[in-house]
Every structure is written in C-alpha cells, then in structure tokens.
C-alpha cells in the first residue's frame, strides 16, 4: 500500500476520560498524567506506561517515548484487541471495548500544529516501547512506515503485528481542536461523548464505526 495523501492518526480513550480532556483542551503525555494522579478511566497496562517514561527518543536526544502523546496511523489497533480480549496478565483494565472512543486527527494538520507551537514530534516503525523500534522526524521519511501491515486485519505475524503498532508521537499534549471525528462502538456510547462535550467549543463529528472494532 502507497503512503496515505492525507494519513490520519487514533488515540484511544476510555469515555469516561473525555470530559476532563474537553475540560482542558489537551490530551496529556503519559509523564504528565502521572504527575496529576492519572486519568479516570485507565485503559493502559501500568508496566508498559512506566517502561516508555525511560525509553529513549533518539531523534530528539534527551526526551522520552513516555512524555509525547501517542497515536496509532489505524483504528482497530492491535492495543484493542488486547482490550478485547481482556486476558492479558498486565492489563488490569476488564470492560471491554464498548467504552473505548477513537479520537482521529489529520497527521499533517497535527505537524504544522507542533512547528507553530515549538512542540516536538516523532514516528516509530514500530511499537515505541520496542528497544529495536526505529524513529523518524521528517514528513518525507512517513514512507518508511510499513503502511501494508499498518491497514491490516490480520496480524498473527509478528513481523505485521510489530509493524502494525507504529506510532506517532506529539510532545506533552496534543490540542483537542485537532479532534476531527470520533469513532464510536454504540449510539450508546454516541450520546455519552456528545454529553461529555455539551458546551464546548470545538465539538468533533461522531459516528459510530462498527469497522473500528473487534
């Protein structure tokens, strides 16, 4: 698969966190939320999340996969299908993938963002956690990015499935004006997301994305 012209990237939160992130106007670094006693509905595995605090990101010396924001280039990601399962003996998270939302931004959007705002960012080809996981820093270098295995639905293969976790990554915060669409499992969930955003300024399309979810 050719590079995307217009590459979007997925962050998945659990909706119960969407109100504080409205309340803010930022999604929060992994380092940053440690600082305010975590969100309210953690969704991640807590020795990963510590793990990433030291990994190194070498394109920009000094900093740390843990204290960017980071995204995945796909929805129905390989961390939610973990959700899913719900059997992994690190997750301590148990209630599935109905509550998760995907909040989609445009990548390039997002880049001229943080070069405005003097923000770091990154992408790996793979898991950033993984100490083998390379890193990028240039818009021209996105077709190093395995885009094959990014899209797809079948990832029994390591090889894929490492591929497959790329990531991007946003230093510290990411804007919430930068949410174009949220992804949804349910009207359910729907009408929970349009709730946590009731009076906000920016209020992102919902749609409720079946094809996002395992």
């Known amino acids: ?20 992130i409205v309340a803010d106007g930022f999604l929060w670094s992994d380092r940053v939320m440690v600082g305010r006693g975590g969100p309210p ?22 900093t740390f996969v843990g204290e960017y924001v980071p ?3 796909c929805p129905r990601s390989v961390m939610l299908n973990i959700i899913w399962y719900a059997n992994h003996p690190n997750l301590t998270y ?16 997002t880049v001229a963002w943080a070069e405005n705002n ?17 890193f990028r820093a240039r818009l021209d270098q996105l077709g190093d990015v395995n885009w094959d295995a990014v899209t797809a639905t079948d990832f029994r293969s390591a090889d894929i499935k490492e591929a497959k976790q790329a990531e991007f990554l946003l230093q510290q915060a990411f804007p919430w004006q930068l949410v174009e669409r949220i992804g949804v499992h349910s009207q359910g969930i729907g009408q929970q997301v349009s709730n946590a ?3 906000a300024a920016h209020r992102p399309t919902i749609q409720i994305m079946k094809d996002w979810y395992y």
């Not at 953690?42 to 000094?62: D, E, F, S, W, Y």
């Not at 148990?94 to 959007?109: K, M, T, V, Y």
């Open 197 to 199: 955003m009731q009076g």
């Open 71 to 73: 995204f995945n280039f």
């Open 1 to 20: 698969m050719p590079l995307p012209a217009q590459p979007k990237i997925y962050h998945i939160v659990h909706v119960d966190n969407l109100a504080s």
């Open 41 to 62: 509905a953690n969704i991640g595995m807590p020795t990963i999340k510590a793990a990433r605090l030291t990994m190194p990101v070498p394109c920009h010396q000094g």
């Open 118 to 134: 003097d923000r770091r960012w990154a992408f790996s080809l793979a898991n950033a956690r993984a100490a083998y996981t390379q």
């Open 94 to 109: 148990r209630g599935g993938q109905g509550p998760i939302i995907h909040l989609e931004a445009d990548l390039h959007s």
